[in-house]
């Protein structure tokens, strides 16, 4: 089972505690992390979770 979650856009000085946030959340389960700039120093972060 894989699935992917999209939060909402954070700015830059956010971008360290979203992940780690994500990682508690998912444990072991976290695949791949992406950040994405999308505007105004605003930043996607994409969580893509496999088996754990």
């Known amino acids: 089972m894989s699935g992917e979650d999209t939060p909402d856009a954070v700015p830059l000085f956010l ?27 605003q930043y996607s972060i994409n969580v893509e979770r496999g088996r754990p």
């Open 15 to 41: 971008v360290p505690r979203a992940v780690a946030d994500a990682i508690r959340h998912h444990g072991r389960a976290v695949r791949e992390i992406t950040v994405r700039r999308t505007r105004n120093h």
